[in-house]
């Protein structure tokens, strides 16, 4: 398997997916039209070096995935078939997508690593011009970047009240009725209760319908990943056959991050940080430690899922799984028509023709711009994690 470097996040009704500096969120109207927005991003750690150093990246990364993955979720939003404003979505810049995926897949046997026929485009004309631009400027007015910063803002703080003040308040519960004062056997505990409640808000939020949408289309996402990456030319048939599971997924980023910081708050504990009486002052320096370890839990956690990532490792693999098992809860095997949004995402931001074929599908340039049949055919928007 050789890895691609483009990630990606399920959205409402839609799959959006980064490559580098450049991120595209494709999503399916109600009357089955793909729209697919293309934008530009940069780290903060172009500008300042130090940013982008293993173990301080990781932090950063999930800062700003979270920004562009909110973005990602407003857009698609305005395209959920709610019966209401149906003008301003008509007025939406979109990309007309061939009947369905039947012909194709009809059409399209699973073909063998490089050297299979070439696949019809998934889309057959594309959109240009100021009118594109004009309507990606109007859609974009969703939500300010104040809007998006307090969103975040409130995101981190909830995570963070309920998957580690919760879990430090439980334990330091736990500690004063029973008088048990062990610092590995706090972390474990600890540990064992965030991931507890990790595992349950991810059960729960499942059972809602439109959240199982969600995780259909996060399917799409690593299914389209997987295809190319193994090798397969992106067409319906190819994506349908391919593992909904990642090791690159924010899933098992997160899982351990749980692990992880079982191991790094075991060490602190066991330095006396507070010699007090008072159980409250114990639980806010517990606490506040928790909060001042976590970029470093995070960054720990990044540079490990780079590495799963590219590599087949027995040990790293053996790592990896309980991840890829807890994506049973978060991915689902999606229809062709999400297929089809995943695919349309892709090929807005990475030549999967050039990987194929040795390249890093990096280069969009050429064939896509002049209305070739790859990325340009999904509907650029002309901008262009």
Not at 67 to 93: E, H, M, P, R, W
Not at 206 to 217: A, E, T
Not at 353 to 359: E, M, P, R, S
């Amino acid at each position: 398997m050789k890895n691609s470097g483009i990630g990606g996040q399920a959205v409402m009704e839609g799959v959006m997916m980064r490559n580098k500096n450049r991120y595209a969120v494709a999503c399916r109207k109600p009357d089955g039209e793909i729209v697919v927005d293309v934008k530009e991003t940069h780290s903060i750690g172009e500008k300042y070096k130090f940013l982008a150093w293993p173990f301080l990246r990781g932090a950063v990364n999930l800062i700003e995935s979270m920004v562009i993955g909110i973005k990602a979720l407003t857009y698609s939003a305005d395209f959920i078939d709610d019966g209401t404003d149906d003008k301003k979505k008509a007025d939406a810049k979109s990309t007309p997508v061939a009947e369905h995926a039947q012909a194709m897949t009809d059409a399209e046997p699973k073909a063998e690593p490089a050297q299979a026929a070439e696949p019809e485009p998934i889309a057959e004309s594309v959109q240009r011009g100021e009118s594109r631009q004009a309507a990606g400027a109007k859609q974009e007015m969703v939500m300010t970047p104040g809007a998006i910063a307090l969103t975040v803002v409130l995101s981190l703080a909830l995570t963070i009240a309920l998957f580690f003040f919760l879990p430090v308040f439980i334990t330091g519960l736990i500690e004063s009725i029973t008088g048990w004062d062990s610092p590995v056997a706090t972390s474990v505990i600890e540990g064992i209760l965030r991931m507890a409640i990790f595992i349950t808000y991810v059960a729960a939020i499942s059972l809602m319908p439109d959240i199982k949408r969600v995780y259909r289309y996060h399917g799409a996402e690593h299914k389209s990943i997987n295809c190319i990456e193994h090798g397969f030319p992106l067409t319906v048939e190819n994506v349908r056959n391919s593992s909904k599971e990642h090791k690159r997924c924010g899933t098992s980023f997160l899982l351990l991050v749980m692990v992880i910081s079982i191991l790094v708050f075991s060490v602190v504990n066991c330095f006396p940080l507070y010699e007090g009486d008072s159980a409250a002052i114990k639980l806010l320096v517990r606490f506040g430690t928790r909060l001042l370890l976590l970029p470093l839990v995070a960054g720990i956690s990044y540079e490990f899922l780079r590495l799963a990532g590219r590599s087949d490792n027995k040990i790293v693999n053996a790592i990896s799984r309980p991840g890829l098992w807890m994506q049973a809860l978060t991915t689902k095997e999606p229809d062709d028509a999400m297929i089809e949004c995943a695919i349309a995402s892709v090929e807005a931001v990475f030549d999967w023709k050039a990987f194929l074929n040795g390249d890093n599908g990096n280069d969009l340039s050429g064939s896509t711009e002049t209305g070739g049949d790859s990325a340009g055919q999904c509907g650029r928007s002309g901008c262009g994690l």
